[in-house]
């Protein structure tokens, strides 16, 4: 039922007239809200956590494919070097940010927190696979609570995305609703 009333009010809104002015004015404010510039330090810091990022994921990758320095079992080396391309992924994602020199906040800070989450998950897992594989339990104890942290961190992660999209959200109907007001003020000044 309450499909139906939204495509109801969706088909209202669509009927109402537009004033082309507000809109151009709307389109602009969103534009100038969702995008942020990472210039000056911020770029250097995400540059040199990307970098490091690279280097990591170069590393998982390699150990896996060369099976050094520790030998793995195959579904070790599977996990290790998925984990690798994880991590390549969310640095290659990030230096491209980081080249573009802007951040939408909608869509880019959505696909980060998705892959890192996922990369995250994956480390874990891989990490906490591998020991139980090992069948080494004393290793197994001390990996547990770095991949506990690591399933923590991707949470938290998808929390802080949750929030910020929530918060952009607010910011996007209450800059409409702004917009609104200030036409509806011009027209009845007009009308006067």
């Not at 690798?84 to 992924?89: E, I, P």
């Not at 869509?107 to 998950?121: N, V």
């Amino acid at each position: 039922m309450s499909g139906n009333n939204e495509n109801l009010r969706e088909r209202l809104l669509s009927l109402e007239p537009v004033n082309p002015d507000f809109h151009e004015r709307y389109k602009e404010e969103m534009e100038k809200m969702f995008t942020q510039e990472i210039t000056g330090a911020r770029r250097f810091g995400f540059i040199s956590r990307d970098l490091f990022l690279l280097l990591f994921g170069l590393v998982l990758t390699a150990s896996a494919i060369f099976n050094r320095p520790v030998a793995l079992p195959i579904t070790g080396r599977w996990l290790w070097g998925l984990s690798g391309v994880f991590t390549l992924g969310v640095a290659l994602l990030g230096l491209r940010l980081s080249w573009k020199k802007n951040m939408d906040l909608r869509k880019d800070s959505t696909i980060i927190s998705r892959y890192g989450a996922t990369g995250l998950f994956v480390v874990a897992f891989a990490l906490i696979s591998t020991a139980l594989l090992f069948g080494n339990l004393q290793g197994f104890a001390a990996i547990t609570p770095t991949a506990l942290l690591m399933i923590v961190l991707a949470i938290l992660l998808g929390i802080d995305n949750r929030v910020q999209q929530s918060e952009l959200n607010i910011r996007e109907k209450l800059l409409e609703m702004q917009l609104q007001l200030s036409e509806l003020q011009k027209e009845r000044g007009s009308k006067s």
